[in-house]
């Protein structure tokens, strides 16, 4: 297995879980203790001393209960992801969650609150439990909707991922040229979807620049490959592979028909029945290859 030094890929599913943790960890641990000194300013702008382990409490049952409850939404998630094309099943789903949501992590906070308490020797009362519920619902909803978005961030990365390392599977495998020269590639190995294909040169009908990448067109089938059109067409032979557009090479044992097309331009027609245009000033290179220079053109021209 190739180690993830060796192909740029990001950390290991394992390393990211913990880096997850570790961050949420640190997060909830902020937001309690800038809570907490809040709590004691404000206290003593109207005189009154409040003990530090007191707020300290309160805020760290809170968050407590918020962490345990992130591995639950998550898990929801997975099971009713957000669909926009969806979003009348979903959205009812979740909206409806933040109520058991609000309700555990009200408990969960009291419950530790008057254990706190108790090991201090007094006690806690939460207050009118109907009311005192209501106002932390209210803060409860925010909170849940925020833990989805941290969640969403999460997925997104997963995905942008996974698609960054099927895009480096489907380079090919580094050849080292022969010592004297370059020598033409007559078998090309290609990866798609983690598996391995191995392509003969003469099955490839063209060749099509993508930005970074050069997708193959071999056998019905496409495959991409890092890097520019130019660097591979060096690797091919010249005699079978040429170019008939800035971005598409095709092999010419694979073209079928030449056909005059608009303006003056032309379009090949190859054997796969694709159809690609290109300008006048590549026929003379592409008839080259079917005939010696002295055959010229008549203005249509056909495979032999």
């Known amino acids: 297995m190739t180690h993830p030094r060796e192909t740029g890929l ?75 094309r969806h979003w009348y099943r979903c959205i009812p789903i979740h909206l409806f969650a933040t109520l058991p949501f609000s309700i555990a992590h009200v408990a969960g906070m009291v419950g530790l609150r008057k254990l706190a308490y108790a090991l201090a020797g007094g006690s806690y009362h939460f207050g009118p439990v109907f009311s005192a519920w209501v106002y932390e619902y209210r803060k409860d909803f925010v ?12 997925s997104a990365w997963r995905y942008w991922r996974r698609v960054h390392a099927e895009r480096l599977a489907a380079e090919p495998q580094p ?7 370059v020598e033409s590639l007559d078998r090309l190995v290609v990866r798609k979807l983690n598996r391995e294909f191995i392509l003969d040169v003469a099955d490839i009908a063209r060749l099509e620049s993508s930005g970074n990448y050069v997708t193959v067109h071999a ?17 091919l032979d010249p005699r079978r592979f040429v170019q008939i557009h800035r971005s598409q090479v095709v092999n010419v044992d694979h073209v ?9 331009d032309y379009r090949v027609v190859l054997d796969d029945g694709s159809l690609i245009n290109f300008s006048r000033r590549y026929r003379a290179r592409l008839e080259a290859r079917f005939c010696p220079p002295p055959c010229g053109h008549n203005g249509s021209a056909a495979h032999p």
Do not use: C
């Not at 909170?143 to 999460?154: C, D, E, K, N």
């Open 10 to 84: 990001p950390a290991t599913p394992k390393h990211l879980l913990a880096w997850r943790i570790g961050l949420t960890a640190v997060l909830l641990a902020a937001i309690a203790l800038t809570n907490t000194f809040s709590e004691v300013s404000d206290y003593a702008r109207f005189g009154d001393a409040l003990p530090v382990w007191e707020p300290l409490v309160w805020e760290f049952s809170s968050v407590i209960l918020m962490g345990a409850l992130i591995p639950v939404v998550a898990w929801l998630l997975r099971r009713v992801p957000l669909d926009l």
């Open 143 to 154: 909170t849940y909707g925020i833990i989805v978005a941290f969640l969403g961030t999460g």
């Open 175 to 181: 050849t080292a040229p022969p010592a004297g020269g």
């Open 256 to 264: 079928r028909e030449i056909q005059p097309w608009d303006h003056g």
């Open 219 to 235: 056998r019905g089938a496409t495959y991409q490959l890092r890097g520019s059109l130019a660097g591979l067409v060096q690797r």
